[in-house]
Nanobody
């Protein structure tokens, strides 16, 4: 059974930082590209960042480029999202997901999803 479990969300002031983690089990983690998405109430799921299976390639949404960094540790079956210079508009539920097709900004390219972790940025 595949499980993706996010952690590290919370409440932070604008300008602050958070590091999200996503621990994977039940799949050959190093064979999958990984992505982070976010979604607010009533909104569509929005692409945030993606990383290739090896970690050698990354891709970011324009809204977070230069502030967020995606990374992975295949030995620990974990993908991370370091979020710096957070803004109130970054407030959302953040989800990690896995894709055997490679990096993509399209949510339907990802087959497995975590349950999400709430990030709230106060002004």
């Amino acid at each position: 059974q595949v499980q993706l479990v996010e952690s590290g969300g919370g409440l932070v002031q604008a300008g602050g930082s958070l590091r999200l983690s996503c621990a994977a089990s039940g799949l050959t983690f190093s064979s999958y590209a990984m992505g982070w998405f976010r979604q607010g109430l009533g909104n569509e799921r929005e692409f945030v960042a993606a990383i290739s299976w090896s970690g050698g390639s990354t891709y970011y949404a324009a809204s977070v480029k230069g502030r967020f960094t995606i990374s992975r540790d295949n030995a620990k079956n974990t993908v991370y999202l370091q979020m710096n210079s957070l803004k109130p508009e970054d407030t959302d539920v953040y989800y990690c997901a896995s894709s055997w097709r490679g990096m993509s900004e399209l949510s339907n390219e990802y087959g497995y999803w975590g349950q999400g972790t709430q990030v709230t940025v106060s002004s």
